[in-house]
């Protein structure tokens, strides 16, 4: 064993890579620049650098014994190559001569065929046609509505069908719900609702639909602050939304009052002195009255003389 072998790898691994080298600046400026080279800027370069390597190469050029390897077919691929061709031309000259065949017969016996074919046939559907309308006037007047009635429908089917295939059944346009009348509305307006509105009951250029009923008698239920017979004397103005209904209260005047007579006495005193029973009183008289109305509504009832009685 020498003294080399007992040196460590990697003194001999340092001592490789010293020896490559790197590439100097004329290689890497010819890598660089042949990339955009021409073949005789590369061809002079190569000249430039190595006179050897284009000698060889010219010479491999001008070798007259390099020649391309004959490319062998296997005898069983040659004869099935040799079958689609032959077939191929077969099936293109029956086309052919197919094609030859039919123009020739349509030109001299079978264009005169086809038209015979037609008026034959042309005048057996007319013939049909006749002895089906000869017929059809012995029908009985049922089977004939009900032959017309199925052309109409076969006609209708066959008209919806050309309609939905070339329009639509629906026309895309077409909106079905009005979201907003202002997109059909012929003339829009805009105001402000702040200060351009005017209420439509309370209008102080309409007169008032009020009615003045009656003093009412009424006994009233007992309660804590109430003695054994508590009693209530009453006056209600009937305002109602249109001058129909105060005529309406007017002539079944002795109706309503019962009706408010009843209504009362299912009151508390304590309901009747107090502030919230008192507007507890005016719904409830509402409610009943415009259960029974015909031609409107009550808007209000108002209170004018309210008396009790412990």
């Keep these: 064993m020498t003294a080399a072998d007992n040196q460590p790898p990697s003194s001999k691994a340092g001592e490789d890579a010293a020896k490559i080298k790197p590439p100097s600046e004329r290689e890497k400026i010819s890598v660089a620049v042949t990339e955009d080279m021409t073949a005789e800027e590369l061809d002079q370069l190569l000249t430039e650098d190595d006179p050897s ?4 190469m010219q010479g491999i050029s001008q070798d007259k014994n ?36 039919f123009a020739y017969f349509m030109a001299t016996e079978g264009k005169a065929k086809t038209l015979g074919r037609m ?3 042309i005048a057996g559907k007319l013939d049909d046609f006749s002895e ?17 009635g199925i052309l109409i429908l076969v006609a209708g089917t066959g008209f919806f069908i ?17 979201h907003s009348l202002e997109n059909v509305a012929g003339k829009v307006f805009e105001y402000d609702p702040e200060t351009e509105l005017e209420p439509f009951y309370e209008n102080l250029r309409v007169s008032g639909n009020t009615y003045l009923l009656p003093k009412m008698v009424v006994n009233l239920r007992r309660s804590a602050q109430s003695g054994r017979n508590p009693m209530g004397a009453f006056e209600f103005y009937v305002e109602g ?3 129909e209904v105060v005529v309406e209260v007017k002539d079944r005047e002795v109706e309503i009052r019962d009706l408010m007579q009843r209504v009362l006495e299912e009151l508390t005193f304590d309901q009747v002195a107090s502030v919230d029973g008192k507007k507890l009183m005016a719904e409830k008289l509402k409610k009943e009255l415009n259960a029974v109305l015909t031609t409107g509504k009550i808007k209000q009832v108002w209170i004018k003389t309210l008396i009790v009685k412990p």
């Design 162 to 178: 050309y309609r939905s295939w070339t329009h639509g059944v629906l026309k895309s346009q077409d909106q079905l719900f009005i």
């Design 119 to 121: 008026k034959a046939w």
């Design 241 to 243: 939304m249109i001058p």
């Design 66 to 101: 390099l020649t391309m390897p004959e490319i062998v077919i296997p005898p069983e691929e040659e004869s099935r190559l040799k079958r689609i061709k032959f077939r191929g031309r077969m099936i293109l000259r029956a086309i052919w001569i197919w094609s030859k065949n």
């Design 53 to 56: 390597f284009l000698q060889s």
């Design 132 to 148: 089906a309308r000869r017929n059809f006037r012995y029908l009985s007047i049922k089977l004939k509505l009900a032959f017309l």
